[in-house]
């Protein structure tokens, strides 16, 4: 055991440390502060319907906000394995949220060492562990939490498949299918980003290699099919009401509410700019985020400070709480680009 503690390199107990912050930041008290709403109470409802046999398994999931389009069942599938392990209680239907957020932080790792030194990784992967808005995720217990897992297993597994190295290999085609699958249950967005980024990397891998990217795509397009059956049997079932309920949500008529999931998906990219900043900067913001950015100052600086009292400093704060926001989500991509 000595001779094996040798071996542990300075990088890999750091990263330890990391995660052991991490996890601790996450579970601690999880019960106590464990965010759960009112799509909350409903989805366990169904869960524990489900554990105790008086229904049977749901062939489709969550209601995507404001329209009447449900997304896969993966997130209900998740909960309700963590309710037959741990016991029908809400809170420990929230465990995979908790799990796969703990999981998310040596994958970031990994793929943060994909472009960057152990060093950047290791500071970067830190600021994520101990990121207010990551932990408060972590604690709430929603389908869409369960995507900065998913996302970052997604990227990871094509840039170990475009490795020339590692092509020879079908897993990660298999694991490339697998996450895809579950990951457009998780979000709309997703349900639209994840499938055209595939297509025009698999467009891509075909113009290169050839012939032997097909074989990929067919296992990442049998797996993901595979990962979303049940949807399919309802959608057969019903003959195909759930993809009805998708198109008529996306709201391209116009709607006077403002819902509708192409008014979801504008507002989705608004709160995460919105998110971007807070990531690493911990400013204290609304429970909700708001339609767009209110650039309405008086308003504005109301809504996500509303807890300063002094008008001149919350206006103040708010100011650069906006300006962190553009510098970090728009200014940022300048510096990828060098």
């Known amino acids: 055991m000595k001779n094996y503690l040798k071996n542990v390199t300075a990088r890999a107990w750091i990263l330890l440390v990391i995660m052991a912050v991490g996890i601790f930041l996450r579970a601690w008290h999880f019960h106590d502060w464990l965010r759960f709403s ?22 489709l999931g969550p209601v995507a906000g404001g329209t009447f389009f449900h997304l896969g069942p993966a997130y209900y599938y998740f909960s309700i394995v963590s309710s037959k392990l741990f016991g029908d209680y809400p809170d420990r239907m929230a465990y995979p949220v908790l799990f796969f957020s703990i999981l998310a932080i040596p ?47 997604f990227l990871y597994s094509f840039l170990k498949l475009l490795n020339d190295k590692e092509r020879a ?65 309802s959608e057969i ?20 509410s403002g819902s509708g999931l192409a008014q979801g998906a504008l507002t989705a990219a608004l709160c995460q700019a919105k998110a971007n900043s807070y990531f690493i900067s911990s400013f204290p913001a609304a429970q909700t985020c708001s339609s767009g950015i209110d650039f309405d100052l008086e308003k504005g600086a109301k809504e996500v400070f509303g807890g300063i009292k002094d008008r001149s400093f919350r206006q103040n704060v708010y100011l650069a709480d906006v300006s962190f926001l553009f510098l970090f989500s728009i200014g940022g991509l300048f510096f990828v680009d060098l």
């Open 107 to 153: 994958l970031l790792y990994l793929f943060l060492k994909e472009y960057f030194s152990w060093r950047i990784s290791l500071a970067v992967t830190a600021v994520a562990s101990v990121s207010y808005f990551s932990v408060v995720s972590s604690r709430f217990s929603s389908n869409p939490n369960l995507a900065p897992f998913f996302v970052l297993a």
């Open 38 to 59: 009112e799509d909350q109470s409903r989805d366990a409802g169904i869960i524990s319907n489900v554990i105790k046999g008086e229904s049977p398994l749901p062939l």
């Open 169 to 233: 290999s079908f897993w990660w085609p298999a694991a490339i299918g697998t996450v895809l699958g579950i990951g457009i249950q998780i979000h709309t967005t997703l349900l639209v980003i994840l499938p055209i980024f595939t297509l025009l990397m698999l467009a891509y891998l075909i113009k290169k290699t050839g012939w032997r990217a097909v074989r990929y795509a067919l296992v990442i397009i049998v797996l993901s099919l595979a990962m979303n059956a049940p949807q399919i049997a």
């Open 237 to 256: 079932e019903t003959r195909g009401q759930n993809t009805i309920q998708f198109f008529g949500g996306l709201g391209l008529k116009g709607s006077s």
